[in-house]
């Protein structure tokens, strides 16, 4: 992985995680060749791993195949919400919570 390549380290994203694509805002260029374009997307792997949903990829130099960073997506239900992460060098890290009920109990307010 490259920090040449990238404006921020692992910027934090908030709630956005990625289950495809590239941050490209946070691409300043191919350190190896110089060049600025599209991120090619490679060795894409996904599977489950002890109930929880794990893809991963690689962000290529579209140019020279220069490995610009190691993408990593993961999913898994805890209780009663469904969990989302992300850690990436160019895309950042995010994490993301969300309920499967009808009304999330942690957006309830009390009554009284």
Do not use: K
């Not at 997506?73 to 919400?81: G, H, I, K, W």
Request: charged share 20%; net charge negative.
């Amino acid at each position: 992985m490259c920090g040449g390549c990238v404006g921020t380290e692992y910027p934090e994203r908030g709630t956005t995680c990625l289950e495809g694509g590239s941050f490209l805002l946070n691409f300043v260029g191919c350190a190896q060749c110089g060049r600025r374009d599209l991120v090619l997307l490679s060795n894409r792997a996904a599977g489950l791993h002890g109930g929880e949903e794990i893809v991963t990829y690689d962000h290529l130099c579209r140019h020279c195949h220069h490995l610009i960073a190691r993408h990593e997506y993961t999913f898994s239900v805890v209780d009663d919400y469904q969990e989302y992460t992300m850690l990436c060098l160019l895309c950042g890290r995010a994490e993301d919570s969300i309920s499967i009920l009808p009304d999330d109990p942690r957006q309830m307010t009390p009554l009284f």
